[in-house]
């Protein structure tokens, strides 16, 4: 593409062909341009800082640096399974209308999430989907579930955790508000606040012969009027 970018450290225009050279770690970009579309296949921190006009956004990046899409509206945000990495505070401030994991769900939880800000989740609200289907019911089979993979994801309703699952890290579920069913079928350690401020939780449905284990364990303990046999 042309896409044309003001640099406000070099205090000149810069086209998308002269950044794809630059370590762009400590400067910060400001997007000029009347096009609507872009496609980001570059590591880096601070792209599309200021970006009021983004109609749709493509991540091919497998690392989604610090601060990249901060204060920017974006349509629709596409965001391939070769991102591994979302660092700190990169959707700060911003706007997405809809967004879309093109990846499953294991895959997905396996994203290292740097805080609330960066979760795919959280910034796709009610409209966030994963291989093309709406994030309300889900099922995990991957072992350990990464931080805010889900948080404030406020389409979920409901999470069914697979045998293999073995942790869930701090904050994954925070904020669910129309979560109302988990079902577990193993024993699982959680972090703090996982399903804090879930206010619409009715049911946690665990295997027979761990329901008093549940009850007793670390965060789960907190919902212990809630929990029951499979």
């Known amino acids: 593409e042309n896409l044309s970018f003001y640099s406000v450290s070099q205090n000149k225009y810069l086209t998308k062909r002269v950044l794809d050279g630059l370590n762009v770690t400590n400067t910060?970009?400001?997007?000029y341009t009347r096009d609507d579309e872009i496609n980001c296949d570059i590591n880096g921190a601070d792209w599309f800082m200021y970006c009021p006009n983004i109609q749709t956004a493509y991540v091919n990046a497998n690392l989604i640096g610090d601060w990249t899409f901060h204060t920017s509206n974006i349509q629709n945000l596409y965001v391939d399974k070769a991102c591994t990495i979302i660092g700190t505070r990169t959707f700060f401030m911003g706007d997405v209308i809809n967004c879309y994991y093109n990846g499953t769900v294991d895959e997905y939880v396996n994203i290292s999430i740097d805080d609330e800000y960066s979760s795919l989740a959280y910034l796709g609200g009610d409209k966030f989907y994963?291989?093309?289907?709406l994030?309300?019911?889900?099922?995990?089979?991957a072992p350990h579930v990464n931080q805010y993979a889900f948080y404030h994801c406020k389409g979920l309703e409901s999470v069914?955790?697979?045998?293999?699952?073995?942790?869930?890290?701090?904050?994954?579920?925070?904020g669910c508000k129309n979560l109302h069913t988990v079902t577990v079928n193993s024993l699982i350690e959680a972090e703090d606040r996982n399903f804090f401020e879930c206010y619409q939780l009715i049911n946690i449905y665990v295997p027979t012969d761990m329901v008093e284990t549940y009850k007793t364990m670390s965060v789960w303990s907190s919902y212990a009027s809630k929990i029951k046999a499979s």
């Open 28 to 31: 910060r970009y400001r997007m």
């Open 130 to 133: 994963i291989n093309g289907i």
């Open 135 to 141: 994030a309300n019911n889900i099922t995990i089979n």
């Open 160 to 174: 069914t955790f697979g045998p293999n699952v073995e942790t869930i890290g701090k904050y994954a579920f925070e």
